[in-house]
């Protein structure tokens, strides 16, 4: 199993173009988050999905799009890119939990987007 | 007020030595609890899980106050390569994630 994969793992950005931050994972988790980790902020959760066709808003998700068409794949869209967006952005997954409360969440290797 | 909060450090300590993290969370109805540790430019990785019960996993003991709403991770006999970020993290009922903002721990030879 790879687990979960992102691509790209660097981007350079300017100012109001637009790209799709990629994330999959091959362990069937019906949970996939994103979050963005910025120097003293800790991590926090732009969008997350518990399962294909569901997704929903988590505590910072302006500036960015999700969708969920499958199980596997879990991409992040920025619609126009500013600095304030620049961050290394890691995508996760996790089984539904309902039946483990010990299952936790797996991260992907994460993204390191700058933005000018 | 955060969901999770964590004193960030750093802390430095000598090989050997034991170190404590506290760490404290805001919704009493949070239903599992984690530690998590980063090193640098790497992602988050599962170190242990946090029980009421307390657990512990070699040198490495976690305890869960759910009373206090509060969760330690007690690292004894430090080792050079336990050097890293060590995150925080509670998981409510809607299967949401929170973080703390990690406390640094750098193991001095």
């Known amino acids: 199993n790879a687990g979960v994969t992102q691509t790209p793992k660097f981007q350079v950005l300017k100012t109001g173009q637009s790209m799709t931050l990629q994330c999959a994972q091959d362990?069937?988790?019906?949970?996939m988050s994103w979050y963005r980790q910025d120097p003293g902020m800790g991590l926090r959760l732009i969008h997350y999905s518990v399962g294909a066709g569901i997704t929903d808003q988590g505590e910072v998700p302006n500036g960015y799009n999700v969708s969920r068409s499958t199980t596997e794949d879990f991409p992040l869209r920025l619609l126009s890119a500013a600095p304030s967006q620049t961050s290394v952005y890691f995508c996760?997954?996790?089984?539904?939990?309902?039946?483990?409360?010990?299952?936790?969440?797996?991260f992907g290797p994460g993204t390191r987007l700058t933005v000018l | 007020r955060k969901e999770v909060e964590q004193d960030p450090g750093p802390f430095n300590v000598p090989e050997g030595a034991t170190v404590a993290f506290n760490c404290t969370y805001s919704?009493?109805?949070?239903?599992?609890f984690f530690w998590y540790r980063q090193d640098c430019r790497k992602e988050p990785k599962l170190l242990m899980s946090?029980?009421?019960s307390g657990n512990e996993d070699g040198r490495f003991t976690a305890q869960l106050n759910r009373a206090s709403q509060y969760i330690s991770l007690l690292i004894r006999d430090s080792k050079l390569s336990d050097s890293a970020t060590y995150l925080c993290v509670v998981r409510n009922t809607g299967n949401q994630f929170y973080f703390g903002t990690g406390t640094s721990l750098t193991v001095i030879p």
């Open positions: 946090v029980y009421s």
């Open positions: 362990m069937n988790h019906e949970y």
């Open positions: 919704n009493s109805a949070s239903q599992s």
């Open positions: 996760a997954s996790s089984p539904p939990g309902r039946l483990a409360r010990t299952d936790t969440q797996y």
